[in-house]
């Protein structure tokens, strides 16, 4: 008579008995033992919630600094939101019934593309103890459409913290490209805004701070799937967008086209050639967030659009800067690669012309090397000197409408 090797129970006394090589396991010592790893997978994890390491603002900027060339005030935001969420962490550990209660900040981020927002993000999960993920604003949509629901945000956030609740719940998320759900027009339509308006109702319980039911693996929800609740209270919510033509928004508000010679004193106090760095909630609201949502994303901060001497820097600066990228792909063929100084001011210059931000610089240089990382490491040569007139021809070779696309 089979036995289970583990519990000894006979194949009648069980409602599943699995054979292996030389024993047996049924379904109640598979579930018991079910159990106990994911009990030893959870003291396991990487993120401790009793033993939070307290990083000072000053600690994160300067971390911050080591990627991100420029863009002091939105690290010093970002660097006291997240500090502020490690001390409401620990707050939240020792609070008492009398103890005034800390509400979470949300922060928003402003910025043209190319300026460094989901950099900004991606180098701060480097240094954080507690779970943190990036999602994309542009795939939600409202339940039942085409899409990902909103839960999919704290499924990510799951998935990241190894399925351990009680960290996911002290995580912190960065909501990319939150522009995109704006709503398209305050005009009444016939037709659905499934990935505008709806969505941002919907992230409404997420920010505030509510339990929500999330699906385990993502995806649709289904009356038979096992849902996980998970408390958003003490989930810090980053949001960052371009806002592509806020500025006109901004520049209606601050009335630089009115006519007399009034407006004109009071215009000319105004940087026209940076109208991002005057943003308010209101302009927010002007572009299509609904007061809401607005309201639940208190510490609004901008980036400074990149000038020449900043694209520079982030050529050569960072420890992951552009360059340093290129030298290492080509070390690892045994091959040395140099850069004349003028090669790096004329793929700055293309990036200004073009107005493709930080994220232009690696089209650029791609561009005028791709000719070389194909050739060389099928070859014999083991240096490679790149000046301007090499650098001038591979890239008017490529297509420059492409790049004007981008």
């Known amino acids: 008579m089979d036995r289970c090797s583990f519990c000894g129970r006979e194949k009648r006394d069980t409602n599943l008995l699995i054979a292996g090589i030389s024993g047996h396991i049924c379904d109640s ?31 994160i900027k300067s971390f911050l600094g080591q990627y991100v060339i420029g863009q002091d005030y939105a690290k010093k935001f970002l660097a006291v939101a997240v500090y502020n969420h490690y001390k409401r962490l620990m707050h939240v550990k020792i609070q008492d019934k009398n103890e005034v ?5 949300n922060i928003i981020l402003v910025g043209e593309t190319g300026t460094g927002k989901t950099l900004l993000a991606r180098t701060i999960a480097k240094m954080l103890h507690v779970p943190f993920t990036i999602v994309d604003a542009t795939v939600l949509t409202e339940a039942g459409y085409v899409g990902e629901d909103i839960e999919s945000i704290l499924t990510r956030l799951l998935q990241v913290a190894d399925y351990n609740v009680e960290a996911a719940e002290k995580g912190i998320v960065f909501i990319d490209e939150i522009d995109k759900i ?18 941002q109702q919907g992230l409404l319980k997420l920010l505030e701070g509510s339990v929500i039911n999330v699906p385990p ?6 009356p038979d799937q096992k849902m996980i609740p998970v408390n958003t209270k003490n989930i ?24 007399g010679y ?16 005057y943003v308010t909630p209101q302009d927010l609201k002007a572009f299509g967030l609904i007061p809401e949502i607005v309201g639940r994303l208190p510490v609004l901060a901008y980036l400074e659009p990149l000038d020449a ?3 520079r820097s982030i050529l050569t600066e960072p420890k992951n800067a552009i360059i340093k990228q290129y030298e290492m792909l080509f070390d690892m063929d045994g091959i040395k690669l140099t850069f004349e100084d003028k090669v790096l001011d004329y793929i700055v210059e293309k990036s200004v012309e073009y107005k493709l931000g930080a994220r232009g610089l690696r089209s650029i240089c791609e561009a005028i090397m791709i000719d070389a990382m194909f050739e ?27 790049l004007r696309a981008a």
């Open 29 to 59: 010592c598979i579930e018991q033992a079910h159990s106990i790893l994911q009990e030893e997978l959870k003291k396991n994890s990487e993120f401790d919630v009793n033993e939070i390491k307290l990083s000072k603002p000053e600690e």
């Open 376 to 402: 060389m490491p099928s070859g014999d040569e083991k240096e490679i000197h790149v000046d301007l007139e090499y650098a001038r021809e591979k890239f008017e070779k490529t297509d420059i409408k492409r």
């Open 182 to 199: 704006a709503r398209k027009s305050d005009n009444p339509s016939i037709t659905r805004d499934v990935s505008g308006e709806g969505v």
């Open 217 to 222: 693996q993502g995806g649709r929800k289904h």
């Open 309 to 311: 001497e900043t694209l």
């Open 101 to 105: 209660e800390i509400e979470k900040s």
């Open 262 to 277: 009034t407006a004109v004193k009071e215009s000319d106090m105004v940087d026209r050639t940076n109208l991002l760095q």
């Open 236 to 259: 810090l919510f980053v949001c960052g967008g371009a806002f592509d033509g806020i500025e006109k928004k901004i520049g209606q508000r601050l009335n630089t086209k009115t006519v």
